[in-house]
């Protein structure tokens, strides 16, 4: 028998402290806004309220995050203590955004099984600069059976000289799997660097049947 994902929703505190970010007087309260964080969730900073919720699936459990234009985080599965936070059931979530869950979770299992995703969920990029934003829409035009070095990013960008900083973008990426990061090696055909860490990059090409490293070198020769 399945057991149900728990689902935990929070609000973002601001990032110059420990208090929830502030409603102006003018502003009636969204169902965003009235959620709050538990204590001990760490709430990554968003200057507005969002709701997180969790994904079961044969990998871990993930963690989604959404603010009021969409899907906005995706953490990886953490190993070790349970993620706290305050649970809820599926009705005290805005029907928009229970909707977007929905499509990111089937979006994400069908990455995980190495199929390709036939509907995303809106993606919220808002918070990253202008440079990292074209970097993640350049990203998400990488075809699943395909990867990209970071030399190729940069020269799609039109920054051909930028390549440390298209890393560094990529890193920042804050929707791993879904815009797909793992899809980008270095020139020499090795992985690189993932902000999820090497195994995961390792896996997600795996199921994607990519080769990588001196196979990924023959390929483009």
Known sequence: ?????????S??????????????????????????C??????????????ELSIATNAGQFVARYSEKGLAELDFPQVGTPRCGVRTSQRDVPAKVRNWHRATATALKNVLAGRLPKKFPPLDLSN??????????TLRKIARDQTKSY??????????????????????????????????????????????????KRSLLTREGVMFGRAALRRRV
């Open 1 to 9: 028998m399945k057991t149900r994902p728990v689902e935990t929703i």
């Open 11 to 36: 609000a973002s505190r601001s990032r110059r402290g420990n208090e929830a970010h502030p409603l102006k007087k003018s502003e009636p309260p969204s169902a965003f806004a009235k959620l709050r």
């Open 38 to 51: 538990d204590k001990h969730v760490a709430c990554h900073g968003f200057e507005r309220g969002s709701i």
């Open 128 to 137: 990253g600069t202008t440079f990292q934003r074209k970097v993640w829409n």
């Open 151 to 200: 030399g190729e990013i940069a020269q799609a960008i039109g920054r051909p000289r930028a390549v440390r900083a298209v890393g560094g973008a990529c890193g920042a990426n804050p929707i791993p799997v879904l815009v797909p990061c793992h899809r980008v090696l270095a020139a020499n055909g090795k992985l690189g660097g993932f902000s999820g860490g090497l195994d995961w």
